[in-house]
């Protein structure tokens, strides 16, 4: 095997790190991963082997600096809606504020979405007093788009609790689709322009075949499982997502940020660690892609470690297929 280039190496190695949502802010890169604790616990298919408490914000002053962790942005103990479990996170910047969003479970063991604000992108955040209203599942990622509007996704299934909200209500008893019946996609919301409130209420998005069939539940190499992030290249709408049970990190493209997302292909083959999670942004005049897997702890599915490596585009605007451990 030819040998991992250097930029493929963990960004750091003291803590645990995965989930990686990359920013250019300020002009540096700064890192919002979600923090894995260096714990020993039983896993399944729930999750709750993912007990993270806290969140570190990582920053660099460009690809070749050192990486600053920043220590404690924001802690579960001051988050007074938040019981547990506070998973993936990602931050933007509009009104001369920086958000930082997150989700956690609520007392009731229900997963919401939660925001906190700071004047500095490498925090501290302090949390507003509720989570946001109308939003569920996990896996934030807010996209602010050219015009200045901002939209968030959600949505995750098993631990992130997508399915049970077909009905527009939490129903514990809730299911995935049939593998013939329409996959569950992310769900989708403008956002007040005060970046904390919903204008609208989350709908889901639609993510189709080039004949414009929806992709089906059943179709594992494709569907959407979790882990939404949106960006916008030559005037396209790229939403890509992790499909859980193979491993892939795929894509999907529109000329709308609420889609329908027409599938185009793979961006990540399969990482070691169960769980594949990301994020792309553009550097300078290069794409670079921030996701993580499992190699730092030898393969433990809830010690993860953040990474990156350079995307490239063809000609036609698809994105080029990276293997992870591959020159």
């Known amino acids: 095997m030819a040998k991992i280039p250097k930029q493929r190496e963990p960004l750091v190695t003291h803590i645990y790190t995965a ?3 990359a920013h250019v802010f300020e002009g ?5 991963p979600s923090h894995d604790r260096d ?22 002053d460009d690809l070749n600096s050192p990486v600053i962790d920043h220590g404690v942005a924001l802690h579960i103990n001051d988050v007074p809606w938040a019981k547990q479990q506070m998973w993936a996170p990602d931050a933007a910047f509009k009104n001369g504020t920086y958000y930082f969003y997150f989700p956690a479970r609520d007392k009731e063991g229900i997963f919401r979405i939660g925001v906190a604000t700071s004047k500095n992108p490498a925090g501290p955040f302090k949390p507003e007093p509720d989570y946001i209203k109308g939003t569920f599942s996990i896996d934030p990622a807010v996209f ?16 992130g609790q997508l399915e049970k909200w077909k009905t527009g209500k939490f129903d514990p008893n809730g299911k995935e689709p049939a593998p013939t019946e329409p996959a569950l996609g992310p769900y989708v919301a403008e956002l007040n322009d005060d970046m904390i409130s919903l204008k609208e209420d989350l709908q889901q998005v639609s ?18 499982f979790e882990a939404s992030w949106v960006h916008k290249y030559n005037g396209y709408y790229y939403l890509s997502y992790s499909t859980g049970t193979t491993h892939y990190l795929v894509y ?10 027409v599938y185009k292909g793979r961006i990540l083959e399969p990482v070691i660690g169960w769980t594949t999670h990301h994020s792309i942004v553009q550097i300078g005049d290069k794409w670079y892609l921030f996701y993580h897997d499992s190699s730092l702890s030898n393969g433990v599915n809830h010690k993860r470690c953040v990474k990156y490596t350079e995307l ?3 000609e036609d605007g698809t994105i080029k297929t990276i293997h992870p451990y591959e020159k």
């Open 312 to 314: 490239t585009y063809n």
């Open 144 to 159: 602010v788009d050219d015009d200045g509007k901002a939209y968030m996704y959600v949505g995750g299934l098993w631990g």
């Open 207 to 224: 993510i189709v075949d080039e004949d414009g069939n929806p992709i089906l539940a059943g179709d594992e190499d494709r569907r959407f």
């Open 19 to 21: 989930d990686p949502s």
């Open 252 to 261: 999907a493209i529109s000329k709308n940020p609420k889609g329908p997302f």
């Open 28 to 32: 540096k890169i700064y890192i919002y």
């Open 39 to 60: 714990i020993d616990v039983e896993q399944n298919d729930n999750g709750d082997q993912y007990m993270m408490e806290d969140y570190h914000v990582l920053s660099m």
